[in-house]
């Protein structure tokens, strides 16, 4: 995917759930469950500020080039996003 900014800037982008929610029409309860799933399926992820040794706490961020890279390795269209990472259970009304 050709983007507009370097590399540099692009790599600076962290977005929380919301945001990649919004820009890429994925329903936030989505991003959720994929974050759970055992294995771990959807866009890469990382949590800041959480204690070591537990498993809650933080703040989940998606890094925008990240994104991008792995919608690059994926062999799916881009246009069929939702194919990628599952079916949407509570659709946007």
């Known amino acids: 995917m050709k983007n507009d900014l370097p590399i540099e800037k692009l790599a600076d ?12 029409n994925i329903d936030f309860e989505t991003l959720k469950r994929h ?5 771990k399926r959807g866009f890469p992820y990382h ?3 959480r204690l070591p040794g537990t498993n ?7 890094n925008k080039y ?3 890279k792995y919608l690059e390795t994926v062999k799916y269209p881009k ?4 194919s990628i990472l599952g079916d949407i259970t ?3 009304m």
């Open 13 to 24: 982008v962290w977005l929380n759930t919301r945001q990649v929610s919004k820009m890429y």
């Open 35 to 39: 974050r759970y799933s055992k294995p």
């Open 47 to 49: 949590v800041i500020g």
């Open 56 to 62: 809650f706490g933080g703040y989940v961020r998606y």
């Open 66 to 68: 990240e994104i991008e």
């Open 79 to 82: 246009t069929s996003i939702k």
């Open 90 to 92: 509570s659709p946007k």
